[in-house]
């Protein structure tokens, strides 16, 4: 929930943040990874590819899409991410899934192995985005079909925050300028996937609200996921008053309770291939389904 990513590489800072990652009581990756599977279409059967998979907020739902006739594969380039859900997913039950370490980047997985590939809330914290995408479309077989879900708009609240905790930043670790976004806006992603030889099919936009008791629950939020990335740097003695500054940026997002509670607009793109792996002719008057 970043409004902007850090430059690689954050396995180191996703590492840490593992044992409570999605852990902390907020309502977010569970909900936007439950409407990516939906969005997805995913069947009995199928077999589905996890890229990115963190704790399992998209590994889970689509082991119960695919059912015991199909198989989830789930990479993740932080180990203890790795092992952490792994378990869970032994407690589970679910023996048609497997969890292993791999590079969202560039999986090193055969050619063609997928119904589906699912990409929850991290394709923009790749260093080449496209070339991902371009990756994940070789490993489906026809006629499959990627799921991708990005940012489309982050509570304004909760980017002031973020921009006050930069600004206690020390003067060697500045906040890096953003790049260009290739999920900027849907002509932008269908132009994106059309690069990466897929034909967007849908593109919708869903919201979710998440609650926080306090800026110290937010704070832990943020340590708990890629917000990491940045608190990491801002220096301990800075952190009370860097604390202080993203109380006052995110007094906007106060509700009756005292609490806070920040609204999180999030795009889901599905493109699909053609049975001879092109991508299909788009459907819409400016390029593409909706």
Not at 37 to 42: K, L, P, T
Not at 60 to 81: C, E, K, N, R, W
Not at 134 to 151: C, D, E, N
Not at 181 to 186: G, I, K, R, S
């Amino acid at each position: 929930m970043t409004s902007r990513g850090w430059p690689n590489p954050t396995v180191e800072a996703f590492e840490q943040a593992a044992p409570h990652y999605d852990r902390t009581g907020v309502s977010f990756f569970g909900p936007l990874g439950t409407e990516l599977v939906r969005c997805a279409g995913i069947r009995p059967g199928e077999r589905v590819l996890d890229v990115g998979s963190g704790r399992g907020a998209v590994l889970f739902p689509a082991a119960q899409a695919t059912g015991p006739t199909g198989h989830v594969t789930a990479i993740d380039l932080a180990p203890a991410m790795v092992s952490l859900t792994a378990q869970d997913v032994t407690r589970a039950g679910l023996t048609h899934v497997d969890v292993r370490i791999g590079d969202a980047q560039q999986p090193d997985l055969p050619p063609g192995g997928f119904d589906v590939v699912l990409a929850g809330m991290v394709v923009f914290l790749l260093p080449e985005p496209e070339r991902a995408l371009r990756a994940y479309a070789r490993l489906l077989r026809p006629p499959g079909r990627l799921a991708v879900s990005t940012f489309a708009a982050p509570d304004p609240a909760h980017v002031a925050a973020v921009e006050a905790l930069a600004t206690h930043l020390p003067a060697d670790q500045p906040w890096p300028v953003p790049k260009a976004d290739p999920f900027a806006d849907e002509r932008t992603i269908r132009a994106t996937m059309t690069e990466a030889g897929l034909a967007v099919t849908a593109i919708s936009e869903h919201r979710v609200e998440s609650r926080f008791r306090d800026v110290d629950h937010w704070m832990e939020w943020m340590w708990s996921h890629g917000g990491r990335a940045l608190l990491r740097h801002v220096p301990a003695d800075r952190l009370e008053a860097a604390t202080a500054d993203a109380a006052r940026a995110l007094k906007p997002a106060r509700v009756d309770d005292g609490g806070l509670s920040l609204t999180t607009a999030v795009r889901v793109t599905v493109a699909a291939l053609r049975a001879d792996g092109s991508a299909q002719p788009a459907a819409g008057p400016d390029g593409g389904g909706r």
